[in-house]
């Protein structure tokens, strides 16, 4: 089975400053996709962004970038220029390839992510 | 024009009582989901829909059971409510159920269980 890890419960940034939140996870597949879900204070659970596993590249969206080491299965997400909105709980999150729904998201604890002005 | 839509947006209520949840996308979307989130913001899939087939149904009780009387709503209902049912519930839907078609989250229902 499948298993994500989150190993920072609570992290703090200072505006403008740079983070970066840590993910691992455990499979035995060759093709899956991972994920960076945000939560905010709101609730609302927002897609920050995703990475094929067969794609060297790493993704970036904006001041947000991840470093993936497929060996390593390591999967982390780096925020530059931390904003006061980035504020909420992060969520690293796996899916298989197997031609199947996104629904079969398998989330990591989160990391509850505190920019301080 | 709020997306994914949940209602209510919490839920008090007692042991033993029947509850729902229901959830509308406005977004022309095929494919609905319900996640828990449990107080120490563990999520996980609950339910999907596509077409109003089930295709995914983790083991949940099934005290819970998901309603979709059309493409656009997707309601859980919940009997006999116990205190281990207290938690966060998100509602869900993409285009597709491929990997590259983003999921769309409600606000989520809060649901205590007194």
């Known amino acids: 089975a499948q298993t994500v890890t989150q190993s920072q419960p609570e992290m703090s940034v200072q505006e403008a400053e740079t983070v970066t939140l840590s993910c691992t996870y455990d499979t035995s597949e060759n093709n899956y996709y991972l994920f960076w879900y945000k939560q905010p204070p709101s609730r609302q659970m927002i897609l920050v962004i995703r990475q094929e596993a067969y794609k060297q590249q790493n993704a970036t969206e904006n001041r947000f970038s991840v470093n993936f080491q497929k060996a390593a299965k390591s999967f982390s997400l780096k925020i530059s220029d931390s904003q006061l909105g980035d504020t909420a709980m992060y969520f690293c999150a796996f899916m298989k390839d197997y031609g199947g729904s996104q629904g079969n998201l398998i989330f990591g604890k989160g990391t509850k992510l505190s920019v301080k002005p | 024009d709020t997306a994914v839509s949940q209602t209510p947006k919490y839920l008090v209520t007692q042991m033993g009582n029947d509850k729902s949840i229901k959830c509308e996308q406005n977004?022309?979307?095929?494919?609905m989901y319900w996640y828990k989130q449990d107080s120490k913001k563990f999520l996980k899939i609950m339910f999907s829909y596509n077409n109003k087939e089930l295709i995914i149904n983790e083991t949940v009780p099934n005290r819970f059971s998901p309603k979709s009387p059309d493409k656009a709503h997707l309601n859980l209902h919940i009997n006999s409510l116990e205190l281990g049912d207290s938690a966060v519930y998100f509602c869900?839907?993409?285009?597709?159920?491929?990997?590259?078609?983003?999921?769309?989250f409600g606000n989520g229902t809060r649901l205590t269980v007194t």
């Open positions: 977004l022309g979307h095929d494919t």
């Open positions: 869900a839907s993409s285009q597709e159920t491929g990997w590259n078609s983003p999921l769309h």
